[in-house]
């Protein structure tokens, strides 16, 4: 049976190694499960095969022959086709077009607009159960919900007749009767031949649809299991693994809860966000988990004013507050390391001098005007050397950095306004082994000052190492809490899927 | 042989940084006009017509102020109302002075006024209602011509002060006219205010990111809305100038230099996209510009050459500035 088989893929992101030696063998006619922790690698996976992204070293075979995929053109060509979470339809653009987007000039000269329209039909009939009513060839696209849009998504690959299909977390939106549909759909292409790699959070939903399962960890290979001859306790204890403990919290006496926090946040709405209320109380960490993107980056900018969200109150040491954007949250002694750190923390084409004066430079300037150079320069050399941050020359750009010390620059330009809360969001995300442990102990370092911190991570093992309570979201509410000794990798793993199995059997 | 390399090595990376720099680029691109002029046509180089050349130059100059402030604040920046602005400057300033130095300092306040206004309507209009900048200055022209034909009834009075008129046109120190010594002034002020003031890195921290700028407590509208009232109060002060050279006004007096103050702006090596540059780059820019249409016109160059000519040497300069920075990073 034909197959199309990727062995040894490596792939360094700056100081992270992503994948080390991966592989993955889909044969035709069958679904392949791809399982792991987030941040395992599968995602990075997915891409080295639909071209999305180049792997430093891979073989890929398809039929036993070399493949050469330097760029989604060449997936497109041997018909390997993706459904990524993240959507990549045109919001302005009509159902009908999006679905045929891009094969229109491959089939140019032939095909006629009209007969690839009784294709787009005859595909809206078959989703129309579970699409909702008034939704037609021409409804423009922006206007759907999420779940409506992820099954377009995926109509829009199928129509494009793939031989080899991944579908990485399309079901992360979905209803059940949605995923029903999809299944039956997927079973349909299986039986014509077409394999299969799905990649979801959803135990159940792995365990329903897939023939084999492959699950890597830390970007290796953890083993591949026939789904028949196994069960859901036996893909978590895979995934997590046996060796993964984290360290714990260490020897750091849990922080007093008693006292009046230094946060409090009640009744927070925004969009992807219901209702979140929480407390943060000197020296104490407080974690995000759950799967990622369901609120925890928004629950940041939210409480920060830096994205429109209503609270019912926010206390800052007892004294209501209310952001109405990121400056007044600053005055008031929050800080914010946002998520994206090249698009929403730097500016890259400055200096790093400039990136780490800008929060406090008015603080430091002469009637608030003027620019005492030697001031701007005595507190970035001392973040510089508190940090231990590797530079040039404070006037070298800071894109010149690599990912750790670009991110010690974010932090830096924090730690200069001296915040009595601060708000992480995924702070060691592609940052080096080495700088992450120094990004822990300047947060250590923080709360051991009386800092209130909230940490969002993508990262388990990161969670478990540093908070000490972590609030488990699932689609913007917080689902359970998990404290002290109970923050632990295999628990937060446990209970980001244990709420999406709940939520499968509810819906 | 690495090793006898090494120690010449930061030398030598130090002098690359100079010669790849646009700010060097340009001003050697400005020496050699003047020299090829002195070739093709002895008398070019000479003193005093250098000294005249700069004097033209300054009206530009100073009008760019504000195109290099808009363009280094990001999101698309460009004001493309900036002539239409400096000429109405002009002419108010020309009616209210109406040949009486007495006037004269009024003469200059309420243009100045003027310009602001439309700044900040500019700025409004692209802070808040999300116009795009190319869209909304090119409104802002058509509103300001309006504004313009309105005031005059379509025939421009009035006359430049004799003061302003001297400032301009009578050579002072070393044989050099007054506006130049304000533009010189102005050159140190600007870029003292850009690099120096809490003001002037709010301005790059805008134009380089904003979502960034805005998260870090940076008042992003707030420095968009300066940046274009900045920028029409440039163009009305180059306007005022300008009415000093030309003593009394036409309805188009200033309206043909918007697009040479983009241009010197970009010969000065600010980024197109933002975040980076200065002005000092600018003032060199308007001196290439001015020197190049001087030396076309001396060299008796019918008008389509001359355009032609220039806009391939400003495409050269791009082209030589992309390459200069991909090899950087």
Request: hydrophobic share 35%; proline share 7%; net charge negative.
């Given at each position: 049976m034909a197959s199309l088989d990727i062995t040894g893929v490596d792939k360094r992101y700056g100081g992270v190694?992503?994948?080390?030696g991966a592989s993955l063998s889909v044969a035709e006619g069958e679904v392949h499960g791809l399982l792991g922790p987030n941040g395992s690698g599968k995602s990075t996976l997915n891409k080295v095969m639909a071209g999305a992204v180049r792997p430093d070293a891979a073989t890929i075979r398809l039929d036993g022959q070399d493949l050469r995929i330097h760029g989604p053109q060449d997936a497109h060509h041997h018909r390997i086709e993706s459904v990524y979470q993240q959507l990549s339809l045109i919001?302005?653009?009509?159902v009908a077009e999006n679905l045929v987007l891009g094969t229109e000039a491959a089939r140019a000269?032939?095909?006629t607009p009209k007969a690839q329209l009784v294709e787009v039909d005859a595909m809206l009939e078959r989703l129309s159960p579970v699409l909702?009513?008034?939704?037609?060839?021409?409804?423009?696209?922006?206007?759907?919900?999420p779940g409506t849009k992820q099954l377009l998504e995926f109509a829009k690959v199928v129509l494009r007749r793939p031989r080899f299909l991944v579908l990485d977390e399309?079901?992360?939106?979905?209803h059940r009767d949605q995923v029903a549909l999809l299944f039956a759909m997927v079973r349909e292409l299986t039986a014509e031949g077409v394999g299969v790699v799905f990649v979801s959070h959803r135990m159940e939903e792995v365990l329903d649809l897939c023939d084999r399962a492959t699950i890597i960890r830390n970007g290796l290979n953890v083993a591949t299991v026939d789904v028949k001859d196994t069960d859901e306790q036996e893909l978590v204890r895979l995934m997590v693994g046996?060796?993964?403990?984290?360290?714990?919290?260490?020897?750091r006496p849990a922080p007093s809860r008693?006292?009046?926090?230094v946060l409090s946040v009640r009744g927070l709405q925004a969009e992807g966000l219901a209702d979140v209320s929480l407390d943060v109380h000197p020296g104490e960490i407080v974690g995000l988990g759950g799967l990622?993107?369901?609120?925890q980056s928004e629950l940041l900018t939210g409480i920060f004013g830096a994205s429109p969200a209503q609270a019912e109150r926010i206390e800052v040491a007892g004294d209501p507050v209310e952001f109405r954007n990121p400056r007044s949250a600053i005055a008031a002694g929050l800080a914010l390391v946002p998520g994206d750190r090249a698009s929403e923390g730097?500016?890259?084409?400055?200096s790093i001098q400039e990136n780490i004066s800008t929060v406090t430079l008015g603080r430091r300037a002469r009637a608030g005007l003027v620019i005492d150079a030697r001031a701007e320069k005595e507190a970035a050399t001392s973040q510089v050397d508190a940090l231990r941050i590797k530079i040039g020359?404070?006037?070298?750009?800071?894109?010149?950095?690599?990912g750790g010390n670009a991110q010690k620059v974010v932090v830096a330009k924090w730690l200069l306004s001296e915040p009595r809360i601060v708000l992480l969001d995924?702070?060691?995300?592609?940052?080096?082994v080495g700088a992450k442990a120094e990004i822990y102990a300047i947060i250590r370092d923080l709360t051991a000052q009386g800092v209130g911190v909230i940490l969002n991570s993508s990262d388990d093992v990161e969670l478990a190492e540093l908070a000490d309570r972590v609030l488990v979201l699932y689609e913007g509410r917080i689902v359970q809490e998990l404290e002290g000794t109970d923050v632990t990798h295999d628990n937060l793993v446990a209970a980001a899927l244990r709420i999406s199995d709940d939520d499968t059997k509810e819906s | 042989m690495t090793a006898m390399q090494s120690p010449a090595a930061p030398t030598a990376a130090r002098w690359r940084a100079i010669v790849t720099d646009p700010i060097f680029i340009a001003a050697a691109v400005a020496v050699a006009i003047v020299l090829v002029g002195q070739l093709v046509s002895?008398?070019?180089?000479a003193y005093s017509q250098v000294v005249g050349m700069v004097r033209v130059a300054s009206f530009l100059g100073i009008m760019a102020i504000g195109q290099t402030i808009v363009i280094l604040s990001g999101g698309d920046g460009i004001d493309l109302s900036v002539g239409k602005t400096a000429t109405l400057g002009a002419i108010v300033a020309a009616r209210i002075m109406?040949?009486?130095?007495?006037r004269l300092l009024l003469g200059i306040l309420v243009p100045v006024l003027v310009g602001a206004v439309i700044g900040l309507v500019n700025g409004l209009g692209i802070a808040y209602?999300?116009?795009p900048p190319f869209v909304m200055t090119l409104g802002m022209t058509g509103v300001v011509a309006g504004i313009a034909l309105a005031y005059t009834g379509g025939a421009a009075a009035g006359r430049s002060a004799p003061a302003l008129t001297g400032l301009v046109n009578n050579r002072g120190l070393?044989?050099?006219?007054g506006v130049v010594y304000v533009w010189i002034v102005l050159i140190v002020a600007v870029t003292w205010l850009l690099r120096r003031s809490v003001a002037g890195w709010n301005i790059y921290a805008v134009g380089s990111n904003r979502v960034a700028a805005n998260l870090s407590g940076v008042p992003v509208r707030r420095n968009v809305i300066m940046a274009y009232v900045a920028s029409s109060v440039f163009a009305c002060l180059g306007g005022i100038l300008l009415l000093g050279y030309t003593e009394s006004v036409f309805l188009?007096?200033?309206?043909?230099y918007t697009l040479p103050t983009v241009a010197a702006v970009i010969i000065g090596g600010t980024l197109a996209s933002g975040g980076v540059g200065g002005y000092l780059g600018t003032a060199i820019g308007a001196l290439v510009l001015t020197f190049l249409t001087s030396l076309l016109s001396t060299m008796n160059m019918p008008e389509s050459w001359r355009t032609i000519t220039s806009g391939v040497v400003l495409l050269v300069l791009l082209g030589m500035y992309g390459r200069q920075r991909k090899l950087r990073t």
């Open positions: 190694q992503a994948l080390k919001p302005h653009l009509t000269g032939w095909l909702g009513g008034g939704i037609g060839p021409r409804t423009r696209v922006g206007s759907l919900n399309a079901t992360a939106s979905l046996d060796l993964a403990r984290a360290a714990g919290r260490g020897e008693d006292g009046q926090p990622q993107g369901q609120g730097l500016y890259s084409v400055r020359a404070l006037a070298d750009a800071v894109s010149t950095l690599s995924d702070p060691t995300k592609g940052v080096d | 002895p008398g070019f180089g109406d040949g009486s130095d007495s209602l999300r116009i070393f044989d050099v006219p188009n007096l200033a309206d043909s």
